[in-house]
Every structure is written in C-alpha cells, then in structure tokens.
C-alpha cells in the first residue's frame, strides 16, 4: 500500500525557515516523482514544484523559486521540502503528493505550517 | 499558467440524485486532467485522471468526461458519503494548476 507520511504542525517566526518532511512506503521511491502542494483558504491549491529523487532533479513554480527548496534522502525514503523567509502568507497546509503513470495519484496527509510572532 | 475555470463554487443535492461539475482551461489539455475528492483535514483522494480514467477503488458512480478545453464530473445516485470538495487538475503543461474547487453539500 502506498502511503505519504508527513511530519507534524510546524510554527514559525516571521523570517524564518520550517523543513518538512514526506516519508514514502510500499513503492519504489525512486521510480516517481514527487509533487509538493499548497493549500490555503485564500489562494485555494497551488502546485510548488517536483522533485526526482533519483537524480535529485527538481522544478519549482516562478511563485515559489525564492521561497521553496525541495531535497530527498533516498537512503531513507524521504523528500522534503524547506520554506524560507516565512511570512503570513504562508501560513497554509502543505502536501506532497506522487505523480503516478496517469498524474498525481497519492497525497500525503499534509502539514499545517503556521507562521506567527 | 493555464487558468482552470472550476463551476459551481458550491452545490446542494439529495440523496440518490445526479450531479455534474465542470471545469474549464484557459486552452487545450489534451485529456491531461484529474478529478479529486476532499473531506475536511484529510487529503485530495484521487477520482478520475486522463479525464474519464476511474481509478482502482473508485466506486463506478463517479465517472469524468470531457476533450479539449472542457471536462466534467459527474457523481450518479448521491450517497451522504459524497458530501466533500471536489477540484480538478490539469498537468498538461507546467506549472500544473487546479480548479477552485466544489463544495458539494448533501441535504
């Protein structure tokens, strides 16, 4: 069974960075990308980017080039994502989410990251 | 960026009645397109992709339609279940980008 399992709530200052992270089970890893998406109740869903965790290639929205850098560790399985220089607008849940053979075909359960003084 | 157009914002329906979203592009997707499910704090759960594709579990009252610049989604007999959000996706071309979404309430 595929699952996505994201790590918990993440609180952060104005300024500052949150990594999160996306630990993948019951596929190979290595053999889909992953996506990572963002929702919140003002802009709705907005994709951010992908990366490849075989060859660690990544692609990012225009959006999110200064704000998101995604990595993954295959000897663990697991991508993540970094969000720096936090602002309210970030404030959101953030997904990731594997493009299978027709699209995104597995979401993680999300993380709620809230950005606060 | 291609705009996804996602109608209507929010609907009520009866139980065991028929229901259709539609979503339309800014320009062709060539069939390049999902359709999800989203209950409150839980994750999009994939519907339909390649427009009229059922995915595996999927039950068969759910069922997507649609070329070019228009596709729909259709939920035949409305079981309480169905109460969620709905949102397509197109990947056609990057970035990928979704519809608003349809709050489907179920009276």
């Known amino acids: 069974e595929v699952q996505l399992q994201q790590s918990g709530p993440e609180v952060g200052r104005p300024g500052s960075s949150v990594k999160i992270s996306c630990k993948a089970s019951?596929?190979?890893?290595?053999?889909?990308?992953m996506n990572w998406v963002k929702q919140s109740p003002g802009q709705g869903l907005e994709w951010i980017g992908w990366?490849?965790?075989?060859?660690?290639?990544?692609d990012y929205a225009e959006k999110f080039k200064k704000k998101a850098t995604l990595t993954a560790d295959t000897s663990s399985n697991t991508a993540y994502i970094q969000l720096s220089s936090l602002t309210s607008e970030d404030t959101a849940t953030y997904f990731c989410?594997?493009?299978?053979?027709?699209?995104?075909?597995?979401w993680g359960q999300g993380v709620m990251v809230t950005v606060s003084s | 960026d291609i705009q996804m157009t996602q109608s209507p914002a929010s609907l009520s329906a009866s139980l065991g009645e028929t229901v259709s979203i539609e979503c339309l592009a800014s320009?062709?997707?060539?069939?390049?397109l999902a359709w999800y499910q989203q209950k409150p704090g839980k994750s999009p759960q994939l519907l339909i992709y390649?427009?009229?594709s059922l995915q595996d579990g999927v039950p068969s009252r759910f069922s997507g339609s649609g070329s070019g610049t228009q596709y729909s989604l259709k939920i035949n007999s409305l079981e309480s279940e169905d109460a969620a959000t709905y949102f397509c996706?197109?990947?056609?071309?990057?970035?990928?980008?979704f519809g608003g979404g349809t709050k489907l309430e179920l009276k």
């Open positions: 320009e062709d997707i060539y069939n390049n």
């Open positions: 996706l197109q990947d056609s071309e990057y970035p990928p980008t």
């Open positions: 390649y427009a009229s």
């Open positions: 990366i490849d965790p075989e060859y660690g290639s990544t």
């Open positions: 989410a594997r493009k299978g053979a027709g699209g995104i075909d597995y």
């Open positions: 019951g596929y190979t890893f290595t053999d889909y990308v």
